[in-house]
């Protein structure tokens, strides 16, 4: 029994003392924390939550995989930089500590929330294990689907990653002295597998600056198209397409129109889109004109006919006179072509497009969504297809994909699902839009919510858009309104750089990419895979509801202004001393209206941040008239004035906070003297100004993005100071009848797009720029 019991006090004594010992010799042969290797957390591995991720769920939109000594000074930290003022969120470790199992479960979270990874592949990349494990991670989780990895090639060739003597291999080769084989070999793999990734490679660009701006490119173009509400909606689908397609009866040799018909919100648009890139394989040309009630009432017909055409023909290069409705009939009956007009709200708008069967080709098929069947009827429509809402089944699958991004609500959320749903009448907007207000909301806020909906005694649509505008935040709200009432169908990119200055947040510069990533989450606002924003008509008369709201009687009290009768109250009568609070005026002036403006009304108006005139008559005659007065604007940022009557701005017109300057078909023969303060703009569009003579100095306009002289037939020389402009991506000179020289040795970096067609006059091409692509 003695005995026994010696044999295990020493026993005991022996494993305590050499568990230490072995421990002590793994630490120095493994420095790092052990578990590196094979943690996960649960979240990575659970294959049934891979299904029903959606971007909301996201909390990066990037993960920056890279080598700190190699890059983080320089290339690392510029993109970063870029990334955020773009509105993209992105995980960039810069703190220089060690990486203990806290903050490698912290990476190991990060990667598992971002929706994208960026692996920047230096030389000294491979040297480190933690980058390798990163690495890994990165390629197993893309092999899954669940992230996109995207290489950026730092001073290496890509082929490094797979040479036999090449620093991956030799630093591999390293780490097989103080790791075991299984774990280098799954290293080996993972870059392997990078390499045969196509990604960016720094040795093909001239500057580094050039490699950010493509990158964050690319990443823009590739998030905000991902996030589109377009295909939200497809939830019973089918049943329509069925009966869409029957109608269209494909296999018929006629040519016919099918008008899908429907309440506001109804989805009408939502099943022409899917009608049209289901169909569009089956025909010589397709052309989906987007709110074609828009388009009209702010380009006018002439201007619609030329982008229907250009679509279908697939040319950019259409004559002015390619908008005549005769010329597109000749173009267009001879071939079988696919039309998609979307929105109209006037039997004009088609009489203009579609004014009879004849005008296409064979098989031709013509697709119209409109609210108001007499539009229908009255241009002969004979095929007819009525949009019903959602039965319960299919609003509530709706409803969960926007709610719990899952195709049916939890078991204990059902009962108030189906609550929330049966208020909404089975309208699609407003089932996406409730859906994404309550996602991630608590049960009180739920129950809140639907007690809202139960006690307003306006429609289902106006109870759910309305308490989503509610939960908005100020900056939300303002950015919501400026988009739905002044910039609904513009680009995201031109419309955030002026939304940037319109908005003050203190002493920290605004980025309104970030609320705009939020109306679209919220499904307040839809974004196209051109980028273009684009507001339901239902959410753009909540928004000019809720701006007249209070003020009806007194349109001087807005912020903004787009009615021809207020605008001429405010403009053109005399209301007094009273200032003028408005911020943004917009009009597309009416036929046969005039428009005389006070000569001293801009002094009583501080605040005016955009001015925007239309002019749809034909011929492009001014109806609008102002002696003067643009000198009392100091805080104009967007000024767009088609046909501007006058020979040139004021003298002292203030272009300081300006970040867009359009004047379009206008009587301008030059726009100032000298030198102006030009270092917020970023669009100067004078297409189609016959008597311009000069372009202005533009030395201090080095922001500039784009330069539209198209049709300038009197210019004859560009400015020199274009040299000046480094971020200047495209110059269209196309038409510039007397333009004869360019400045030489000018090397825009950044110019990418350059139009010289029948510049005919042009006596040299010098060297402008290493990154034209057309």
Not at 203 to 231: G, P
């Amino acid at each position: 029994m003695e005995i026994s019991f010696l044999h295990l006090t020493v026993f005991v004594f022996l494993a305590f003392l050499l568990v230490p010992l072995r421990r002590f010799r793994d630490f120095l042969k493994k420095p790092e924390t052990p578990q590196l290797r094979t943690h996960v957390p649960s979240s990575v591995s659970s294959a049934a939550e891979d299904e029903s991720r959606g971007r909301s769920l996201w909390k990066y939109d990037v993960f920056l995989s890279f080598r700190g000594i190699d890059s983080r000074r320089y290339f690392v930290s510029h993109l970063y930089e870029a990334l955020t003022k773009e509105g993209i969120k992105a995980f960039h470790d810069d703190r220089e500590l060690p990486r203990g199992g806290f903050i490698w479960e912290e990476l190991v979270k990060a990667i598992d929330e971002s929706r994208f990874a960026v692996v920047v592949l230096s030389e000294g990349y491979a040297t480190s294990r933690w980058c390798l494990e990163e690495l890994s991670l990165i390629v197993d989780l893309a092999s899954k689907k669940r992230l996109d990895l995207i290489p950026v090639f730092l001073d290496i060739d890509p082929s490094e990653l797979k040479r036999r003597n090449g620093c991956f291999e030799k630093a591999l080769a390293k780490h097989e002295v103080r790791y075991d084989l299984e774990t280098v070999d799954r290293w080996r793999r993972a870059l392997a597998e990078v390499g045969n990734i196509s990604g960016w490679d720094s040795k093909t660009r001239s500057e580094e600056a050039v490699l950010v701006q493509e990158v964050v490119r690319d990443l823009s173009n590739r998030l905000f198209s991902q996030s589109s509400s377009d295909s939200d909606g497809l939830v019973g689908i089918m049943p329509h397409m069925r009966s869409v397609e029957s109608l269209l009866s494909m296999d018929s040799g006629d040519v016919r129109m099918v008008g899908i018909w429907g309440m506001g919100g109804i989805g009408k648009s939502t099943i022409a889109k899917f009608v049209c890139k289901r169909l569009s394989s089956k025909f010589d040309g397709v052309c989906f004109l987007e709110n074609a009630k828009m388009e009209f009432e702010q380009y006018g017909s002439s201007h619609t006919r030329q982008k229907v055409l250009r679509e279908i023909l697939r040319r950019k290069d259409l004559n002015s006179w390619d908008g005549d409705s005769g010329v597109m009939r000749q173009r267009l009956r001879g071939k079988s072509i696919l039309l998609v007009i979307d929105n109209v709200d006037n039997v004009e708008q088609l009489q203009e497009l579609v004014g009879s069967l004849e005008w296409f080709g064979p098989g031709s098929r013509i697709v119209i969504t409109t609210r108001d069947k007499r539009v229908l009827e009255q241009h002969d429509v004979e095929y007819i297809y009525e949009v019903k809402p959602l039965r319960t089944t299919q609003a509530l699958m709706l409803f969960s994909k926007h709610a719990f991004k899952q195709p049916r609500p939890p078991k204990d959320s059902a009962e108030l699902s189906i609550d929330i749903v049966k208020q909404l009448d089975g309208l699609p907007l407003a089932i996406r839009v409730a859906g994404a207000a309550l996602y991630r909301r608590d049960i009180a806020d739920w129950e809140y919510y639907l007690d809202l909906l139960r006690t307003n005694v306006n429609s289902s649509v106006s109870k759910a858009l309305g308490e989503s505008f509610e939960a908005l935040n100020n900056e939300e709200k303002l950015i919501f309104l400026y988009v739905a009432c002044c910039f609904n169908g513009k680009h995201m990119h031109g419309v955030s750089r002026v939304l940037d200055l319109f908005i003050v947040s203190g002493h920290r510069p605004f980025r309104s990419t970030l609320s705009i990533k939020t109306l679209i989450e919220k499904c307040l606002i839809s974004i196209s895979t051109t980028k273009r924003l684009w507001v339901h008509d239902l959410l753009q008369d909540m928004a000019r509801s809720i701006i007249c709201e209070g003020k009806e009687e007194n349109p001087w009290k807005r912020k903004m202004l787009w009615n021809f009768m207020d605008i001429n109250n405010v403009l053109c009568e005399n209301m007094g001393s009273e200032a003028i609070e408005v911020e943004s005026l917009l009009l597309d002036m009416p036929k046969g209206k005039e428009l005389c403006i006070s000569p001293a009304i801009f002094e009583r108006m501080y605040n005016l941040k955009l001015l925007k005139f239309y002019n749809n008559s034909t011929g492009g005659e001014s109806k609008i008239c102002m002696p003067n007065g643009l000198v009392y604007l100091p805080m104009l940022r967007y000024l767009h004035w088609q046909a501007y009557s006058l020979k040139s701005l004021p003298s002292r017109f203030c272009t300081t906070y300006l970040v867009e300057l359009n004047l379009p078909n206008s009587s301008v023969e030059t726009l100032w003297n000298g030198t102006q303060d030009l270092g917020n703009l970023r669009r100067m569009n004078l297409r189609g100004c016959r008597r311009l003579l000069e372009v202005p100095n533009l030395s201090k306009a080095t922001g500039l993005e784009k330069l539209i002289l198209d049709n300038c037939e009197s210019l004859v020389d560009l400015t020199d100071s274009v040299r000046h402009l480094n971020n200047l991506g495209v110059l269209e000179l196309s038409g510039c009848k007397k333009l004869k020289n360019l400045p030489n040795n000018i090397n825009l970096r950044l110019l990418r797009t350059l139009h010289l067609e029948r510049c005919s006059s042009l006596e040299d091409f010098p060297f402008l720029s290493k990154m034209l692509t057309t």
